[in-house]
């Protein structure tokens, strides 16, 4: 007898049974994991009848409540949970290092989380689309590896995730804005050669190189002339440090493409063509100032140390330790003047 079935996203098997499919559309389908839905109907025609509008519903209820895009977070979160409970529980993180029975005690506890799912007949397994995020997470790790769970951090993530944790380390609320700033800056620069926020794993060495020439091409904060070699690399290390932050503190599996992006040689700087004073004009000023007690040790402290004028007229009683076995002074930020170079000690010695 001839089908009297016609209905859309039907499709009669050899075997003579129903299935529903339908394609997931383009910008889903990195979520929905797959590019198609498939589902058993029935093996007679009037079991797919019966079954086909709650299988139309169920499809269009899954296509509306999904997002349209891949949140890291939501996998991020349940994945830090599955690390621990691995590492709590002594489990092997890669599968070929699990013993024959762990792996055989992994696979019984996901059939467990998966027994609680009704079973597609077709297949004998629970469809995917009913299974929860985490269940789905953990019962992937189970039966390969906390590594295969692959969270799609974009560009924004990344950086998002790496300002935080920099934020951990910081007291200068003041510093934390600037830099705050300066990230959010290169990121917007970063978006503008990708189009998109795509993710990070998707960045490659002609984005560093596109990225390094748009930021030697800028004008210099002065308005004159284009910034400085520092300034291009100070600037163009922040999306190459987000991203080693992400490969470690993230577990994204990349290698960082904007590792040894070539910048250019950098300028012989200024102070480095500076010639030392003339012995004449050290003992000059010591002449000039023989007559101010207070210009001269400062001035002494200059000629012996090294130390730089702010540095010396930023000190206080505090930063002095006369008495200890090699006599020396700190220098140290403080809350009314920065120190460009790490803290320092100097010693006094070579003044007495």
């Known amino acids: 007898m001839p089908a009297r079935f016609s209905m859309k996203y039907v499709k009669r098997l050899k075997d003579g049974s129903y299935k529903y499919r339908r394609r997931v559309p383009d910008h889903l389908q990195k979520v929905f994991g797959k590019?198609?839905?498939?589902?058993?109907?029935?093996?007679?025609?009037?079991?797919a009848l019966r079954a086909y509008p709650d299988m139309h519903e169920h499809f269009e209820r899954i296509i509306k409540n999904i997002p349209n895009t891949a949140t890291a977070s939501e996998i991020a979160s349940p994945k830090e949970q599955i690390n621990a409970k691995f590492l709590e529980l002594g489990l092997s993180r890669t599968k070929k290092n699990a013993g024959w029975d762990e792996q055989t005690a992994r696979k019984a506890e996901a059939e467990r989380i998966l027994a609680r799912y009704a079973l597609d007949e077709e297949t004998g397994h629970p469809d995917r689309d009913d299974v929860s995020l985490s269940d789905h997470l953990l019962v992937t790790a189970l039966l390969d590896s906390p590594e295969s769970i692959q969270a799609q951090f974009t560009i924004s993530d990344v950086?998002?995730?790496?300002?935080?944790?920099?934020?951990?380390?910081?007291?200068?609320?003041?510093?934390?804005?600037?830099?705050?700033?300066?990230?959010?800056r290169m990121q917007g620069i970063l978006l503008d050669i990708t189009g998109a926020d795509i993710p990070v794993t998707e960045l490659t060495r002609q984005h560093g190189r596109m990225l390094r020439d748009k930021?030697?091409?800028?004008?210099?904060?002065?308005?004159?002339?284009?910034?400085?070699?520092?300034?291009v690399q100070r600037n163009f290390n922040i999306p190459k440090a987000a991203i080693n932050h992400g490969i470690k503190e993230l577990d994204?599996?990349?290698?960082?493409?904007?590792?040894?992006i070539d910048l250019g040689r950098?300028?012989?700087?200024?102070?480095?063509?500076?010639?030392?004073?003339?012995?004449?004009?050290?003992?000059?000023?010591?002449?000039?100032?023989?007559?101010n007690q207070t210009l001269l040790d400062i001035w002494t402290l200059i000629h012996h140390t090294g130390a730089q004028n702010a540095e010396v007229l930023g000190l206080?009683?505090?930063?002095?330790?006369?008495?200890?076995?090699?006599?020396?002074?700190?220098?140290?930020?403080?809350?009314?003047?920065?120190?460009?170079?790490?803290?320092?000690?100097v010693s006094l010695l070579s003044i007495r």
Do not use: C
């Open 35 to 47: 590019s198609e839905f498939s589902r058993f109907l029935g093996r007679t025609e009037e079991e």
């Open 159 to 184: 950086f998002s995730h790496y300002l935080e944790h920099w934020k951990t380390s910081q007291t200068d609320q003041m510093k934390v804005d600037k830099y705050a700033e300066r990230i959010s």
């Open 215 to 231: 930021l030697k091409a800028q004008p210099a904060r002065s308005g004159r002339g284009r910034p400085a070699y520092g300034t």
């Open 252 to 260: 994204i599996l990349m290698t960082n493409p904007f590792t040894s």
């Open 266 to 291: 950098a300028p012989v700087r200024a102070h480095d063509l500076r010639h030392p004073l003339p012995n004449p004009v050290i003992a000059a000023m010591y002449g000039e100032l023989s007559n």
């Open 316 to 345: 206080k009683k505090n930063d002095l330790y006369l008495a200890d076995p090699i006599p020396h002074f700190e220098i140290t930020p403080d809350d009314e003047r920065s120190v460009k170079e790490r803290a320092r000690l």
